[in-house]
Structure formats: C-alpha cells, structure tokens
C-alpha cells in the first residue's frame, strides 16, 4: 500500500519532467533544423516520438524531413523509403487529428515529392489526392504558406503536361484534374505574401514567370531571392539552379 502510495503521489512529478524533455527536445530539434542539420533534426524528432508517439508537432516535423532528405539521396531505394516514411508519418498524425493544416500539408507534399516529378500517368493518378490534402490544410490555415506552395506546384504540373500525357489521361481516366500556369503564379505569389524567406517558393515563381513569358518578373524575382540568406539544407543548391535559369533568360 506505502509503495502504492508513492507511485500515485510520484505520477504527477514524472509527467511534469517528461513534459518538460519534450519541451527540451523540441526546442533542439527546432535549432538543428534551422543550422540547418536536417539529420540531426529528424532524429531528435524521432526521440520525442519515443516518448509521446502521438506528438503532433513531432509527426509533422519528421514527414517534412524525410521529404526533404529523401529528395537530396541519390540511390532510388533510399529515396523511395524516405518518401514512404514521410507519408507514414503524415498519416499517422492525421489519424490522430484529420483536420490538422500543418499534417494535411506535409502529406501533399510528401505526395508531390514521390509523385509529381514523375511520368505522366502516376502523377494524374497521385494528383487528386494531393489537391484533397493542399485544400484542407489551406482552409484550415489559410496562412499556411507551405501548402500555398503546393499548390503552385500542383497547378504548375499538371498545368504543363503535354499533349500526349493529356491525350492518354483522358483515355484511360476520362478525365484529368485542371491545373494551369496563370493559378500556379497567384498561389507561389500567395505564399510569399505569407513568407518572404521561402527559397524553393522564389525560384519556382521565377519558373513560372519565365514560361508565362514574364522574363522581367522572373529576373527579378531570382534576384531577390539570392539575397535572401540560406534555411534549408536546399537552398544552395536552388539557388544554384537559379543562377542557372538567369543566364538563360538573360
């Protein structure tokens, strides 16, 4: 009974320094993120899952990464686990709360990222569910400027398949969802407006610019972005492919 009793009394103290880890956790998490130390980062969100797998935060962290590590593997198995990681984390936080903006938002775009750069068939296949999850996650948080970005994306895609992939979508689906190239512009422009320091987001607006045939914009906005100093562990090289896509239109 005495031992009882202390455990019961201890419970409260136990919880408050769990609570207290995770606080610990996340924050470091956050800072190995933003060096950026994206390995780093993931697996110190992998240990706050260890001790509360159904941190919601944590989940939406670790889907991201494995997005974006997997994108930078160059061996095809590994980025398809990665991409499939991404997805499994995403769904399991959506399981726990199917409204959550940031959740449907990294699953969209651990679905664009396995799906979107691919053949025409598996992307038109893929491209509905995407555009299900970028709507909730926007009508959930409309300022969620990832999911703006997705969007973009979404729209620039489908909105430049050619007219084969076109052709044989229609043969073999009836239909395909409608993206165009102007909707692109307007959500990558959205999502500035929410933040002035996405990368990614600048140089596929510049993309989108320039086949809009808006090469003052496209250079402008490739300028701009160079200034903006690197957050992820992509950005040099995007913007090394910016560069590229100055000369280009220069």
Known sequence: MKVLLIFLFSLPFLFKVSSQDIVGLTKEGNRLESVPDENA???????????????????????????????????NKVINDYYVAAKTYAGIALKIDPNNAESNCVM????????????????????REIKVYVDRSIKNDPQNFKAWHVLGRWNYELGNLNFIERT????????????????????????????????????????????????DKAIYTINKMLLIPNHTEDDPAIKEDARRLLQDIK
């Open 41 to 75: 980062a993931f697996n110190k969100f992998k240990e706050i899952l260890k001790l509360q797998p159904t941190n919601i935060y944590s989940l939406n962290k670790c889907s991201e990464l494995c997005s974006r590590i997997g994108k930078r593997q160059t061996n």
């Open 108 to 127: 969209a775009i651990a679905l664009g990222r396995s799906s979107l750069n691919k053949s025409g068939k598996e992307k038109i296949l893929s491209a």
């Open 168 to 215: 044989a979508a229609k043969l073999l689906y009836g239909s395909i969802p409608e993206g165009s190239l102007k909707k692109a512009i307007v959500a990558f422009e959205k999502s500035n407006t929410i933040s002035n320091g996405f990368i990614l987001n600048y140089f596929e607006l510049a993309k989108a610019y320039n086949k809009n045939d808006e090469k």
